[in-house]
Nanobody
Framework: QVQLVESGGGLVQAGGSLRLSCAAS????????MGWYRQAPEKQRELVAA???????NYADSVKGRFTISRDNAKNTVYLQMNSLKTEDTAVYYCHARVTTAQAVGVLMDYWGKGTLVTVSS
């Protein structure tokens, strides 16, 4: 099986910073995409930042210039550096990966972490 484990969430004042980590483990053959989503109370889950095929990145307009996604391919780990945090960033942040496994090469499967809570106070 494939498992995603997030860490780094917490409570921070507006204007502060946090760094999230997500480590993927299991019988992964290849990673098609990997990144971060978030869900605020009473809101839909939305993409925050992600790596796509070829290593390109996508960011939500609301976080451009403030958040940076990075990766360590050897460790199947992605990070999200969040600077200049706003109260609007308060949400549960979920790691996501779209992968093929060693047992079914070429078949794409989506996996989600359990989430880590980020709370930004005013």
């Amino acid at each position: 099986q494939v498992q995603l484990v997030e860490s780094g969430g917490g409570l921070v004042q507006a204007g502060g910073s946090l760094r999230l980590s997500c480590a993927a483990s299991g019988s992964i053959f290849s990673i098609n995409a990997m990144g971060w989503y978030r869900q605020a109370p009473e809101k839909q889950r939305e993409l925050v930042a992600a790596f796509t095929r070829g290593g390109s990145t996508n960011y939500a307009d609301s976080v451009k210039g403030r958040f940076t996604i990075s990766r360590d391919n050897a460790k199947n780990t992605v990070y999200l550096q969040m600077n200049s945090l706003k109260t609007e960033d308060t949400a549960v942040y979920y790691c996501h990966a779209r992968v093929t496994t060693a047992q079914a090469v070429g078949v794409l499967m989506d996996y989600w972490g359990k989430g880590t809570l980020v709370t930004v106070s005013s």
